[in-house]
Nanobody, 119 residues
Framework: QVQLVQSGGGLVQAGESLRLSCEAS????????MGWFRQAPGKQRELVAI????????VGESAKGRFAISRDIAKNTVYLQMNGLKVGDRAVNYCC????????????WGQGTQGTVDS
């Protein structure tokens, strides 16, 4: 089993920034990528940004130009720097880790971190 512990998040004003962190522990072998998804009330979970071990990064449309993902592979940690936050960015942010195992590809999720943006 892999455990993901998220930190960061909170309440900010529009235009401000937040930084999220997520550290993986336990069965972290076979990690191929780590990233972030978010889910706003009444909406489906969507990709924010994800980065593979070779540095290839995919960024969701809502995050382009404002959010930046980074990883410390040695520490199995992924970060999300969110700048220029908008009210529309209110969501629960989930850390995700993808692994390649003998059972196939697996994804695990963090507990979620609420990000609230006031106008």
């Amino acid at each position: 089993q892999v455990q993901l512990v998220q930190s960061g998040g909170g309440l900010v004003q529009a235009g401000e920034s937040l930084r999220l962190s997520c550290e993986a522990s336990g069965s972290t072998f076979g990690v191929t990528a780590m990233g972030w998804f978010r889910q706003a009330p009444g909406k489906q979970r969507e990709l924010v940004a994800i980065q593979s071990n070779n540095g290839e990064t995919t960024v969701g449309e809502s995050a382009k130009g404002r959010f930046a993902i980074s990883r410390d592979i040695a520490k199995n940690t992924v970060y999300l720097q969110m700048n220029g936050l908008k009210v529309g960015d209110r969501a629960v942010n989930y850390c995700c880790i993808k692994r390649s195992t003998s059972h196939g590809r697996q994804s695990s999720w963090g507990q979620g971190t609420q990000g609230t943006v006031d106008s």
